[in-house]
């Protein structure tokens, strides 16, 4: 989930100008639509994935993909394709959804899931049949359908409407075993385990399969979401970005210590604001800068070895969204295959984000006294 949002937020810095005039602001790459602002409804035919960012976040059209939604309040009315990630404070998925639904908010509802459904917040409404299973943790849970497979649940008031039932197992994490009454018509008591609360932790990750085509879904999904970015980024400041990555290619070094020297200054005020008490308040906002900072440093160090390799085998500088896209791409999947390399992989990882992390630095506040480093 956290990907996604992190993508999100990106996706808004590229595109701020726009948005913060409150104006919609989207992006086409092939098939895929990426939009932000601070009202955004996608009611475009054709969309295979879809990704969104604003105030009120509207997908009122059906998608053939998957869709990756974050706002305040999120309403999704069009069937999705594929799978499903919602993040707000009021979040409505009433649209069917063919894959597995991963949605997280204060209100939530969540209707048709062809898929397995994992739920958090504080109301939650399930009111659509869910094929697959469901992980739900709230404050108040409602459930108003019929659930095929197993349901794992850990609430402190649960309410089933008319109408409510579970064919597979229920199992209730409770800090009182018992204390959850769950009518016989809904599920056979012999169907149902209770839990203590303490074990809710190891149920989440028991839930998650490991998987060959998970582990390569996952990998390539990583690559594809850092290239879409770097190319999204491109689309939109070109010339900014060709200067980015020349600051690693032409002085790697300079960019590298400038990119030290600004991670560290960011996480170093973290400590500061946190011995001064007051400061107490602000300290979560300079952590998230520092990993802002380091993500986005990793996008512009991954297109700029994309765009280093090509030069190496005596490929024109990129001038065109193609050529840029290309880059993106091929960067992207070198940096994610060197990073499975053990202890070295991590530390080109690092490396990557720092250099990117030291050419925005340098963008942004210009350095005279690293000039000839």
């Keep these: ?53 604003g105030e009120t976040v509207r997908s009122q059209s059906d998608i053939t993909g998957s869709a990756h939604l974050v706002g305040r309040k999120i309403i999704s009315t069009g069937v999705i394709g594929k799978n499903a990630y919602l993040a707000g404070m009021d979040v409505s998925l009433d649209g069917k959804v063919a894959g597995d639904a991963t949605v997280s908010g204060y209100n939530v509802k ?26 739900a943790a709230g404050d108040e849970v ?20 008319n109408g409510a039932r579970i064919a597979g197992k229920l199992t209730i994490y409770e ?36 998987s060959w085509r998970r582990a390569l879904t996952s990998f390539f999904t990583g690559v594809l979401l850092i290239a879409g970015i ?17 600051n690693i290619l032409d002085q790697p070094s300079r960019s590298l210590i400038v990119g030290f020297l600004t991670l560290s200054a960011v996480i170093g005020s973290t400590i500061v604001l946190m ?29 700029a070895v994309g765009v280093g390799l090509l030069l190496l085998i005596k490929r024109p500088e990129p001038d065109s969204f193609v050529t840029r896209a290309l880059a993106a791409g091929i960067g992207a999947l070198v940096v994610a295959v060197i990073a499975l390399i053990p202890l070295l992989g991590w530390l080109f990882v690092m490396m990557v984000a720092l250099a990117g992390a030291g050419s925005i630095g340098i963008w942004l506040f210009r350095p005279k006294f690293f000039a000839h480093v």
């Excluded at 197993?150 to 649960?158: E, G, Q, W």
């Excluded at 906002?285 to 512009?300: D, E, K, R």
């Design 1 to 53: 989930m956290y990907r996604y949002l992190l993508s999100a937020i990106i996706l808004i810095m590229a595109i701020h100008p726009l948005a913060a005039e409150d104006k919609e602001a989207y992006y086409d790459f092939e098939k895929d639509r990426f939009m932000a602002g601070a009202t955004v409804v996608q009611d475009a035919e054709g969309v295979d994935d879809l990704f969104m960012a």
């Design 275 to 303: 011995m001064t008490g007051i400061g107490l308040l602000i300290a979560p906002a300079t952590l998230i800068l520092a990993l802002l900072s380091a993500f986005a440093g990793y996008v512009v160090g991954a297109y």
């Design 142 to 161: 409602r459930f108003e359908s019929l659930i095929q497979g197993d349901v794992s649940l850990t609430a402190r008031d649960v309410e089933f409407a």
């Design 175 to 210: 800090e009182q075993k018992g204390a959850l009454n769950v009518p016989s018509e809904v599920i056979a008591e012999d169907r149902i385990e209770r839990r203590e609360i303490a074990e809710w932790s190891d149920a989440a990750k028991e839930s998650r399969i490991w």
């Design 230 to 246: 770097a190319a999204l980024i491109a689309a939109f400041v070109p010339t900014k970005l060709a200067e980015l990555r020349r």
């Design 110 to 135: 969540v209707g048709d899931v062809a898929g397995d459904l994992r739920i958090s917040g504080a109301n939650l409404t399930i009111s659509g049949p869910v094929s697959g299973y469901v992980l």
